[in-house]
């Protein structure tokens, strides 16, 4: 199912702008971007697009009141300084199973002063030497990776 439709079924007669929940996994993207999500989900507060072949986030739009967002099992491998932009107050970011390779595509998180848990599990950059240690000192903020604390 195309997200423009899934998203009108998820709605079950609300507004926009009622919504605080949205679950969009497993849906079909266009062409690898965000559809039919507009400025008008002023309310959400969780969005989940798990496996929605999601590359971009670019059409990504302004939900300032979002504190949970799923974003696993897409290609994603880079673009992440848009959250910081469009979702300032976002504490749980779960990136698992993209495909994100470096250090560098992760600093753009810095600017997610609230993120408190991000989940980067099965993607390259995992394998990295080193990886939790730098995470942790790159995204000073950050309390979880992975579902554990910085003592694991």
Do not use: H
């Not at 798990?50 to 739009?61: C, F, H, I, R, W």
């Amino acid at each position: 199912m195309e997200m423009k439709k899934r998203i009108n079924l998820e709605l079950r007669n609300q507004a926009p702008e009622e919504v605080t929940e949205l679950v969009l996994d497993n849906c079909k993207s266009s062409n690898g971007e965000i559809e039919g999500l507009n400025d008008s989900f002023k309310e959400l507060e969780f969005l989940s697009m798990a496996n929605v072949q999601l590359t971009s986030l670019a059409k990504l739009p302004t939900l300032s009141k979002l504190r949970k967002l799923e974003l696993s099992d897409n290609i994603i491998s880079g673009g992440l300084e848009v959250l910081a932009e469009r979702c300032p107050n976002l504490t749980y970011l779960n990136l698992s199973g993209n495909k994100i390779k470096d250090l560098g595509t992760v600093e753009a998180l810095q600017n997610l002063k609230n993120l408190k848990s991000l989940d980067l599990f099965n993607c390259e950059i995992t394998n990295l030497e080193d990886y939790r240690d730098s995470i942790f000192d790159l995204l000073q903020q950050i309390t979880y990776l992975d579902g554990f604390d910085q003592e694991r």
